[in-house]
């Protein structure tokens, strides 16, 4: 066990995160009884937090395999178990956040002139007071449960994307493949009762609520990567591990924004329709027990894709890649119904291997079918102003990459079209 540990600590969550990013199975096998290898790290034998990013690596491999195969799937039946597995581990994330123990426990106030008065006037201008920063402020006792929630909060938001990317092509297929009979359960999951249009949208709605929520918590605790006391070092000073920490956060949600799944508030502005939360039914869950997602073998051999974000270029090369046109808006959700669809099986142009990924810090290129199909109607609390949360996020990552020396974290704003507007606030604030 003594062994154990420090790789638990330092090399599994770096294998991980690895294999988030790329959508590869994770090669370290899972172990059911999580309690018995981490409760050192977390101080609670039931807080298994690693055997929870684990399961979601496997999830977000058999989803990303799909999504990269020639064949679509015939019906939503294909889908259904991958989606009961999510869902069901959507559940263990949300209980975990809920029993963490005192120990592990954050503080949260709002973002008031008060509440950062606190902070390095420098970082103060930089973080919190700006358009864009999130209305709450986290406080973190160290730099190691910084990196842990951190890790934690961003897997979670890979299987909330994967969870709204299944349903959204789940609602443009049909529910079963016609001309066929009997197949009403697959393995023993849920009839296709719980596949209608209804129950989807359903799950739909509540995915989205909770993603959007995830997204504000995430980048509430950003600012403690840069404030956070740090042992022996001096007041100001500045460690390049801050910026490590929040390199893979921050470009994740800057990548999730960009796709169009989270509600952008600026919609409700334009629009004088009154937006209602629907009730919410239950999740599709089968029982209290979390299963361990198994790694099944795709129908088909997945094509093999470069690891762009591991082979982004150093800054003296991004001079050569075209810019984005900054803060696009999100794309209109398609309207297509199953009848308008291709027929069940055949290619899609979107499974090409040679397919480009419309963000750096997407595992795959996007598929046609992961955009919402109907117009999500939600009261405004539940949406983010997209642009000014893109231009903030962008903001820290060049920070990240001019003063802390985490030279990759210029590849977000350059290529998304950020960099020569977040770069003269950045440089002003700074003194440059």
């Known amino acids: 066990m003594s062994v154990f540990y420090p790789f638990l600590l330092l090399i599994a969550p770096q294998q991980l995160l690895a294999n988030i990013q790329s959508a590869k199975r994770p090669q370290l096998k899972e172990r059911t009884n999580s309690e018995n290898y981490i409760p050192r790290l977390y101080g609670d034998p039931n807080a298994y937090v690693i055997s929870l990013i684990s399961q979601e690596a496997n999830v977000h491999a058999q989803w990303h395999d799909i999504k990269r195969s020639h064949t679509l799937p015939a019906s939503r039946l294909e889908l259904q178990k991958l989606l009961q597995s999510a869902l069901d581990l959507d559940m263990a994330f949300q209980a ?17 002139p008060e509440a950062r008065s606190k902070i390095d006037a420098k970082l103060q201008r930089l973080i919190f007071d700006c358009n864009g920063a999130p209305r709450e402020m986290h406080a973190y006792p160290d730099l190691k449960q910084c990196w842990i929630w951190g890790f934690y909060r961003t897997t979670w938001l890979f299987l909330m994307r994967d969870i709204l990317e299944m349903i959204n092509w789940m609602l443009r297929l049909p529910i079963r493949v016609p001309d066929t009979v009997n197949n009403d359960a697959m393995d023993g999951t849920n009839s296709p009762a719980h596949l209608d249009d209804m129950t989807l949208q359903i799950q739909y709605s509540v995915a989205t609520i909770s993603l959007v929520k995830l997204v504000d918590k995430s980048c509430s605790a950003v600012s403690n990567y840069f404030t ?26 800057d990548a999730i924004l960009s796709a169009g799944l989270i509600p952008d508030s600026q919609d409700f502005f334009d629009s004088p329709e009154v937006y209602s939360t629907p009730q919410a039914l239950p999740y599709m869950h089968t029982g209290p027990h979390v299963p361990v997602i198994m790694a099944t073998p795709p129908q088909e051999a997945s094509a093999i894709v470069p690891d762009t974000y591991a082979s982004a270029p150093q800054f003296s090369e991004l001079s050569k890649l075209p810019p984005k046109t900054p803060i696009e808006r999100s794309p209109s959700p398609n309207p297509s119904s199953p009848q308008e669809l291709n027929s069940p099986g055949q290619t899609t142009s979107a499974s090409n291997t040679t397919a480009i990924k419309g963000h750096i810090f997407d595992s795959s290129p996007a598929h046609p079918y992961d955009q919402p199909v109907h117009q999500l109607q939600l009261d405004p609390i539940h949406s983010i102003d997209v642009a000014a949360r893109r231009e903030w996020i962008n903001t820290l990552l060049y920070y990240i990459a001019s003063d802390l020396g985490i ?24 003194g440059r």
């Not at 975990?96 to 008031?112: F, I, K, R």
């Not at 990759?408 to 700074?430: H, W």
């Open 96 to 112: 975990w956040d809920a029993d963490v123990p005192p120990t592990w426990q954050y503080q949260s106030q709002l973002n008031t």
């Open 228 to 253: 956070v006391p740090l042992r022996k070092k001096e007041n100001g000073d500045i460690s390049g591990m801050r910026g490590y920490l929040g390199l893979w956060p921050l470009g994740c949600m």
């Open 407 to 430: 030279k990759k974290a210029f590849y977000v704003p350059a290529t998304e079209g950020y960099l020569q507007k977040v770069k003269p606030r950045v440089d002003s604030i700074l």
